[in-house]
């Protein structure tokens, strides 16, 4: 068995080395334990990933699938300059409500869009929309392979491509797996694999969120 104690410990040293105190983000898992939210957000670190990769990618546009309490919403759109814009979209309208508070306290409701549905019902309206620069893919993972496909509609050559927990303490391997999340993130790999647009890898990831892991990708 692991020692998951020791990886939140590192987490622990890094974000006090690298993350210094951030209070929209705070307040934000405050609100979100408050409405009773799950606390499956991405952690510090990852968000200060999500953050960096986007800055990197020189994102204007970005598109979030799954948004919970708007945290990695707040880390995504915080890559962007003045007039960038973010569109976030959720299922769960109580989830929505609390990410738009969320977001407004953070100051960032002039950059960022939630769109409320299942997101497969709402990804179509965006097309023909200009082109996402980043898209981050993090809600029910049976639809990962539907969300994948999106992502290449919706984005251009040079869009970089995050799909989040895609290792799920290594259930990621098991090929006979009944789990819709298994299936779909296995499923979404398989396109991945087929697909010569994208050149991508997949990161394990330890931390205060146990084991897991993002697949980033860039669109060629
Ligand atoms: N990205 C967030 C965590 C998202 S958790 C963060 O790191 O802070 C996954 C979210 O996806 C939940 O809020 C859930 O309600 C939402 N979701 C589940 N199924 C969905 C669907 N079909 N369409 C859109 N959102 C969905
Ligand atoms: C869980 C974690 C996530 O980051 C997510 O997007 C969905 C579920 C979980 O731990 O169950
Ligand atoms: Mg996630």
Request: charged letters at 20%; hydrophobic letters at 50%; one cysteine or more.
């Amino acid at each position: 068995m692991t020692d998951n104690s020791a990886w939140a410990s590192v987490d622990a040293y890094f974000a006090g080395r690298l993350l210094p105190p951030d209070a929209a983000l705070d307040a934000a898992l405050a609100a979100n334990a408050a409405a009773g939210l799950p606390a499956i957000d991405v952690s510090r670190t990852q968000g200060r990933l999500l953050t960096l990769l986007a800055t990197l990618a020189g994102a204007r546009r970005i598109l979030e699938v799954g948004t919970l309490g708007g945290y990695s919403t707040i880390c995504l759109a915080r890559a962007l300059p003045a007039e960038g814009r973010l569109v976030t979209l959720e299922a769960d309208a109580r989830h929505a409500e609390v990410a738009l508070a969320n977001i407004a306290a953070a100051g960032l409701s002039h950059q960022v869009e939630l769109r409320l549905g299942r997101a497969m019902d709402t990804l179509p309206a965006l097309a023909g929309g200009a082109p996402f620069d980043f898209v981050f893919i993090d809600a029910d993972k049976q639809n990962n392979p539907g969300y994948l496909d999106w992502a290449l509609r919706l984005t251009r050559p040079g869009s970089v491509i995050v799909v989040d927990n895609v290792v799920r303490e290594g259930r990621v391997v098991d090929a006979d797996s009944t789990g819709e999340d298994v299936r779909g993130t296995r499923a979404m790999f398989d396109r991945i694999a087929a697909e010569p647009r994208l050149l991508a890898t997949a990161v394990q990831t330890v931390g205060d969120k146990g084991w897991d892991g993002f697949m980033i990708a860039r669109v060629s």
